[in-house]
């Protein structure tokens, strides 16, 4: 074939392919296709060499763990309960015969917020256990001094007879005080003493005088009744035999008890244990004990055997307080006022033993048992009730700080003697006495405080703040000044409530709620974000609520400074920021029992009320009159017209403070307060004060400095030649211009001295010259 006809075969299959593209786009497209399939191959080769890279988890920081100051090791130990979550508890509770006070609060309120704190912060499961002690020593003493004070009121008529009676009991109660050796009993018996005879000449000077014998009658019973009561009871104690009399009294106070706890929000134990319904458990319990060696029987009753149950391999005595084994004093005291008589002590293998069980005798309750009729000791009642609910091992035991030894130290004894270990108690948490104004509580001391009349003078949540302003375990001293630091707590904290409820009432909803944050936002975010890990941190570290009390009151006023900055700045502060650090505060003071669980999500509840959100209720209505007064001022205002500016005050100071409304006028801007009506009372009556505080204050200065321009003036007055002469204390001679020339003992006074008194001489000359001045330009 020719060059030329290979060149034109060419050519003709290019204008074909050509034509055919022009003519059938078809083959444009699957020309295309193939190119970008290969492409495609190409970028898929590269992926499959390309690898995700490996994630790494954050480094983190540690997180504290909550420990617990365990009086069994004298410091600060983490807490792992035995099971899981589950936490068993068992309390001490109340021995009830008299009205609960301050120092049963000290317990009661702290152990409330260290459960609370354990439950809705941490999470635990906590079954919670407290006993009641209604069989003891001073129970029955003071049920029979009732019952025979009672019966000889009745049957006594004769007023001579009694006045005869309380004769003889006054004088062996007068014997009795002055062998007392604590200092405050011995005061406040000789005091009684003093009363008593006072009384007793009255009535004496009644009878013969004609007087009212009624009124003498019940004048002398009131009296006596301490010291007629003791001399009764040695007289006729033993007739006493109805158990019924003993049961009666302590349920009175059980109730009183329970009533007093509801009034301060401690919450209810999850089981309550009597002595009196676990009599046939404890008889058991002490049968095993025996059974154990580790106790004996004794003429009717039963002790434990310390010195046996000590030199045990597995055993240790006074585990809580070593230093006290054998302490005398401290173990009969424990074994009750009727129990300490030289025959129950001769009962004893060794002083150190102590009673599980207590042969009853005449005027005492008694049950039956394997070594006769009788009665718990009082050591052996807290360990069957507790065995009874948590078994043979526990996880946290608590009570008062005085209940050591013997107490706490014979419960652990018994338990472990009973069940053959050594760990009946994991963690015991003793908390700190309570004193008022840095004295012992004392009644010799007039400074006892029932929790009904702390009540009547504070409010519950008062006395709760109080309590967290102050560690646990350590002492608490109730007074004026520890309470008006709890209120200003208060005060501080309530008002920061009230703010923000009042921004977020007025708020736009929907989109507009939400503002863009600035530098201000963040920067409080950040503080609340480092509040609520030092409160963390707090209440991981004891169940430290002084420190946590400490975090909110420092976001509350982190928070103030930034609305103020906020609105200097001309802005609008952050309503949700606010929200988020209000139910923060909110949310820590419900799990510290300062607010009811069922209360509002933001601040407190109004008075005497925890379940219904009144504020959302009436505050449409109030805004609407709030709004409408404003008007009212403001046209008031531009007609001049201020009798109605004056009802207005009128309806905010007087009207709405009865309602409980506090409103608050702002520059044309309406803030309501739903505050109460006995707070807002309270703030009327304390702003009146201060105001008369500070006109009395006023006064005083303004005398004062009349006082002061009175002597100045006087002093004016005196011719300089004069002076000096007045001080005859300090100098005995004087020259012609009246200069000391020697001091009170004929000394010649001193070039440098004299030199003194020659300024003040002249300054005084000064003063008298001008003094004349003035008279002169009067005259004329």
């Keep these: 074939m020719s060059v030329f006809s290979r060149s034109s075969k060419v050519v003709s299959v290019h204008c074909w392919v050509a034509l055919t593209q022009q003519q059938y786009p078809f083959f444009k497209q699957v020309r295309f296709i193939s190119r970008a399939r290969k492409k495609r191959k190409g970028f898929l080769a590269n992926m499959a060499r390309r690898e995700q890279p490996q994630w790494a988890p954050p480094e983190g920081t540690a997180t504290p763990q909550l420990h617990l100051f365990n009086s069994l090791s004298r410091r600060k130990e983490l ?15 109340p021995t009830v015969y008299d009205a609960s006070h301050m120092g049963h609060a000290r317990s009661y309120i702290s152990f409330d917020i260290l459960r609370r704190v354990m439950t809705d912060y941490f999470g635990y499961d906590v079954t919670y256990v407290m006993n009641v002690t209604d069989v003891d020593d001073k129970i029955i003493r003071r049920a029979r001094h009732q019952h025979l004070l009672a019966q000889y009121a009745e049957r ?11 004769s003889e009991a006054l004088k062996i109660y007068a014997e009795k005080a002055a062998a007392e050796r604590d200092a405050d009993k011995r005061d406040m018996q000789r005091r009684l003493v003093d009363r008593l005879t006072a009384a007793i000449d009255k009535v004496e000077a009644a009878v013969k005088q004609g007087g009212d014998l009624a009124e003498a009658r019940q004048l002398l019973l009131s009296e006596a009744s301490d010291p007629l009561a003791e001399w009764l009871d040695r007289r006729l104690g033993h007739t006493v035999t109805d158990n019924s009399i003993f049961a009666d009294l302590p349920r009175h106070w059980e109730g009183e008890f329970h009533a007093d706890m509801e009034a301060l929000n401690v919450l209810p134990a999850n089981v309550v244990t009597r002595v009196s319904e676990y009599v046939p458990e404890i008889v058991d319990y002490i049968q095993k004990i025996i059974d154990n060696g580790m106790a004996y029987e004794s003429q009717g009753s039963v002790y434990f055997d310390v010195g046996k149950f000590d030199a045990a391999e597995n055993h240790h005595y006074a585990k809580l307080v070593p230093e006290a084994y054998g302490d005398s004093a401290a173990l009969q005291e424990g074994e009750g006022d009727l129990s300490v008589s030289e025959d129950r002590l001769k009962e004893k293998r060794s002083p150190n033993d102590f009673a599980l069980w207590k042969a009853s005798k005449a005027g005492e309750p008694s049950w039956p048992s394997p070594w006769g009729a009788g009665r718990p000791g009082w050591h052996i009642e807290c360990s069957v009730m507790a065995s009874a609910i948590v078994g043979a091992s526990m996880d946290i035991h608590t009570g008062g700080y005085d209940l050591k030894f013997p107490h706490h130290d014979n419960e652990l004894a018994q338990a472990e003697a009973y069940f053959n270990n050594d760990n009946w108690v994991r963690y015991f948490l003793h908390s700190g006495h309570l004193t008022i104004a840095g004295c012992k509580m004392s009644k010799s001391l007039k400074n006892f405080v029932t929790i009904k009349e702390a009540l009547k003078r504070h409010s519950a949540r008062q006395l709760r703040l109080v309590f967290l302003m102050h560690a646990w375990k350590d002492t608490l001293d109730y007074s004026e000044q520890t309470m008006d630091v709890a209120k200003n707590f208060e005060k501080a904290v309530n008002e920061f409530f009230l703010y923000v409820k009042s921004v977020l009432r007025t708020a736009p909803t929907g989109v507009d709620f939400f503002q863009k944050w600035g530098d201000r936002e963040l920067a409080l975010n950040a503080t609340l974000s480092q509040i609520r890990t030092d409160v963390h941190e707090a209440l991981c570290d004891n169940i430290d609520t002084r420190s946590c009390l400490e975090a909110l009151r420092d976001l509350v006023s982190a928070c103030n400074t930034y609305v103020d900055e906020s609105r200097t700045a001309g802005g609008v502060a952050n309503r949700q920021l606010l929200a988020d650090a209000a139910q923060y505060v909110t949310r820590m003071l419900k799990v510290f029992g300062a607010i009811p669980a069922g ?33 009212v001022r403001q046209t008031a205002r531009e007609h001049q017209v201020p009798a109605v500016l004056q009802e207005c005050d009128r309806v905010r100071d007087e009207d709405l403070t009865e309602l409980g409304v506090r409103l608050e006028d702002r520059d044309g801007e309406v803030v309501l307060k739903l505050v109460g009506r006995e707070a807002l009372l309270k703030e009327r009556e304390e702003k009146a004060r201060q105001e008369q505080l500070k006109r009395l204050e006023k006064e005083r200065r303004r005398l004062e400095q009349m006082r002061v321009e009175a002597e100045r003036e006087a002093q004016r007055r005196v011719p300089p030649h004069q002076m000096f002469r007045n001080d005859t204390d300090k100098y005995s001679q004087w020259d012609d211009k009246g200069m000391p020339t020697h001091d009170k003992e004929g000394k010649e006074v001193s070039k440098g001295q004299l030199k003194k008194l020659l300024k003040l001489y002249q300054a005084q000359e000064k003063k008298y010259n001008e003094f004349l001045a003035s008279q002169n330009a009067k005259e004329s």
């Design 79 to 93: 807490f792992v309960p035995q099971a899981g979550r589950r936490v068993l508890w068992y309390s001490c509770g």
């Design 599 to 631: 209360g509002p999500a933001i601040g407190f509840p109004l008075e005497g009320d925890t379940t219904t959100d009144v504020e959302s209720l009436v505050m449409p209505y109030l805004t609407v009159l709030g709004k409408f007064r404003e008007r």
């Design 156 to 166: 006594t008529g004769d007023l001579k007879q009694m006045v005869d009676d309380c």
